[in-house]
């Protein structure tokens, strides 16, 4: 069974920093991409940030750039997100995210369950 | 960037209707287009990947079409449990996007 459990969100004043993780079971983590998203209360969703399965390539939004670090430790099955200079517009429900692979016919992506980043004084 | 264009952006249907949902992009992203089903308070579930993959575990009566800059998700008989927004999504190009979504609502 896939699982992809997120922590460290939380309340965090402006101007400070979270580092997001999000640890992945159930398949070969270091064999796919993964990107982070995002949603803002109410709002759509948001795609932040991607890495390849090596970590050599690296796209971020540009509302994050410079500002967020998308990293990952395939020896442990990690994927983290460090949020630094964070602004009332970084509020949101944080998502790591494997893209749909087809294998044998079937064809799966598989979120994490989000975790809240509440960015207030 | 992409721009994804969903409409309607709600829409109110009974249990057994068709209903369809189109995506139109503001380029051609070949079929690198998936929808997503997202009830509240809950992550997003991915329906479709390249535009008509259904994935695993998703009912039939959901399928997508289309190519270029032309979708549609399509329910072919509508459940009391389809009740969601609905977000398609483009991973052609950096910057990934998403139409603002379509909030279905059951009659």
């Known amino acids: 069974e896939v699982q992809m459990l997120q922590s460290g969100g939380g309340l965090v004043k402006p101007g400070g920093s979270l580092r997001l993780s999000c640890e992945v079971s159930g398949f070969t983590f270091r064999n796919y991409i993964m990107n982070w998203f995002r949603q803002a209360p109410g709002k759509g969703l948001e795609w932040v940030s991607f890495i390849s399965h090596s970590g050599s390539s690296i796209y971020y939004a540009d509302s994050v750039k410079g500002r967020f670090t998308v990293s990952r430790d395939n020896a442990n099955n990690l994927l983290f997100l460090q949020m630094n200079s964070l602004t009332a517009e970084d509020t949101a429900v944080y998502y790591c995210a494997r893209p749909s692979y087809c294998d044998a016919g079937s064809c799966n992506a598989y979120w994490g369950q989000g975790v809240l980043v509440t960015v207030s004084s | 960037d992409i721009q994804l264009t969903q409409s309607p952006s709600s829409l109110s249907a009974s249990v057994g209707d068709r209903v369809t949902i189109t995506c139109r992009a503001s380029?051609?992203?070949?079929?690198?287009l998936a929808w997503f089903q997202q009830k509240p308070g809950k992550a997003p579930k991915s329906l479709i990947s390249a535009a008509s993959t259904l994935q695993s575990g998703v009912p039939s009566r959901f399928s997508g079409s289309g190519s270029g800059t032309e979708f549609t998700l399509t329910i072919s008989s509508l459940q009391s449990e389809d009740l969601a927004t609905y977000y398609c999504h483009q991973y052609h190009s950096y910057p990934y996007t998403f139409g603002q979504g379509t909030k279905l609502e059951i009659k």
């Open positions: 380029q051609g992203i070949n079929n690198f």
